[in-house]
């Protein structure tokens, strides 16, 4: 049986959520960013995020799948469904859920340069530290959360659970084989 430990609750959430929409107005003072979620760990922090930010903005949405860790280190991530708008010439701040290995990011921030934006920054609600095998900038960061499996505010585990307004670490997790789709 599973059980959730809460980690960070519903009031914790918004306090720092908040602080990060304060931290993003100041940084774009006088800009207009054009913010990018990733599907569909993001959305709930996407939609929280957005209300505290005090500027002009545009949302457009993009949905990955990473597959597992420990099989592949190229870390392929599946663009599910692209972005409607072009980047090119926009302050892009891509908005995820979580950085773990940070392969997803790693990717992501290729095909976003690719497509010539003016400018490209990252906001993570979780930053996952210890897992990290590759050196990705990330300018914006909820919470340095440690080597567990967490859910809620957004997160799920084999789709479930995004609906929790906590955020919560979920013991005793079986994960099947050596190589699963992550859902992101
Ligand atoms: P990365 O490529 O290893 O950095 O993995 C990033 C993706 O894996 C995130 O976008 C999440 O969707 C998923 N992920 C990583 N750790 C967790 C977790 O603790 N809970 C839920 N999803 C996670
Ligand atoms: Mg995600």
């Known amino acids: 049986m599973s059980s959730i430990k809460i980690l960070y609750s519903q009031e914790e959430i918004q306090k720092r959520v908040r602080e990060l929409g304060e931290e993003i107005t100041k940084a774009y003072m006088g800009r207009m960013p054009h913010l990018v979620c990733i599907l569909r760990g993001a959305v709930i922090f996407l939609s929280d995020l957005i209300r505290y930010i005090n500027l002009p ?5 993009m949905a990955v799948s990473s597959y597992g860790r420990g099989t592949k280190s190229s870390g392929v991530v599946k663009i599910i469904k692209d972005l409607d708008e072009s980047i090119e010439n926009r302050d892009v701040l891509i908005v995820e859920d979580i950085i ?21 920054k990252v906001c993570v609600l979780l930053d ?20 567990e499996f967490i859910i809620g505010y957004g997160l799920d585990y084999n789709g479930l659970y ?20 992550k859902t992101t």
């Not at 903005?57 to 949405?61: C, E, G, N, S």
């Not at 996952?128 to 914006?140: A, G, L, M, P």
């Not at 995004?162 to 789709?181: C, H, K, Q, T």
């Open 57 to 61: 903005l545009t949302i457009d949405f």
């Open 100 to 120: 773990d290995t940070g392969l997803t990011l790693e990717h992501l921030t290729k095909i976003f340069k690719a497509r010539n934006p003016r400018d490209l």
């Open 128 to 147: 996952k530290e210890s897992r990290r095998i590759v050196n990705i900038d990330v300018d914006f960061i909820g919470f340095k959360v440690p080597d």
């Open 162 to 181: 995004r609906n929790l307004p906590f955020l919560g670490i979920l013991d005793n997790l079986e994960v099947g084989g050596e190589s699963f789709e």
